[in-house]
């Protein structure tokens, strides 16, 4: 079956520092990947998805960047961390339309 | 574009009673629509999932919704609530010709009163 990690679970970055999100996905080959954030009483807001290695677009313009170096795994970083970045951090994946999430990390930025 | 409505920001049900969640989308072609369910501080669960065929659709946790195309509905139904109901229900719209992204709509949140 497969499973979905991310991590770290929980992080709290001072603003200006650099950051670096993890997510990995088991038991498929070449997922789509998704990376959605998700701000306090807000909806999902996708940030980037990924139909293959070096393979990202990105929905909104921000100072977050995405990267993909393996087929299954998702990298979301930052150079210089702003107070507005913070909030809930989805990873997701997909074969077809159906997409399965990950855990979530949370991020406050202070 | 593909955009989901959730009427209700929030909805308050007594244990035992039914619950109803309203969703309502917009898109040109057929749609491919999804319920989601979020705990506190958890990822999202795929409650349910809507491509063709049988236009109601029985989800875990003893969920169903139903397709609705003249109404542009997916509402979301339980015959009896539990407690550990209480949670974030979403929304989604999909489509191939979108990349496979999905639309979400702003969430509703449920409480269960004893």
């Known amino acids: 079956s497969q499973t979905i990690h991310q991590w770290p679970a929980t992080l709290v970055q001072p603003v200006g520092s650099p950051l670096s999100l993890e997510c990995t996905v088991e038991?498929?080959?070449?997922?789509?990947l998704y990376w959605y954030r998700q701000a306090a009483g807000r909806g999902l807001q996708l940030l980037f998805y990924?139909?293959?290695?070096?393979?990202i677009s990105s929905e909104v313009p921000q100072n977050l960047s995405a990267s993909r170096p393996q087929d299954r795994q998702f990298i979301l970083s930052s150079k210089k961390l702003l107070l507005s970045d913070s909030g809930f951090y989805l990873c997701?994946?997909?074969?077809?339309?159906?997409?399965?999430f990950g855990p979530g990390t949370r991020l406050t930025v202070t | 574009a593909q955009s989901v409505t959730q009427p209700d920001i929030h909805i308050t049900v007594s244990e035992g009673a039914s619950l109803e969640l309203r969703c309502n989308y917009s898109?040109?072609?057929?749609?491919?629509l999804f319920w989601y369910v979020q705990s506190p501080g958890q990822g999202l669960q795929l409650l349910l999932k809507y491509f063709s065929g049988d236009t109601l659709v029985q989800g875990i946790k003893g969920f169903e919704a139903e397709f609705k195309r003249s109404q542009s509905s997916f509402n979301l139904r339980k015959p009896s609530v539990h407690w550990s109901d209480a949670a974030e229900y979403f929304c989604a719209v999909g489509a191939r010709s979108n990349d496979y992204k999905l639309s979400f709509g702003a969430g509703t949140t449920v409480t269960v009163r004893a």
């Open positions: 898109y040109g072609a057929t749609p491919y």
């Open positions: 990924s139909i293959g290695i070096d393979q």
């Open positions: 997701a994946w997909s074969v077809l339309l159906e997409q399965y």
């Open positions: 038991g498929t080959s070449n997922p789509n």
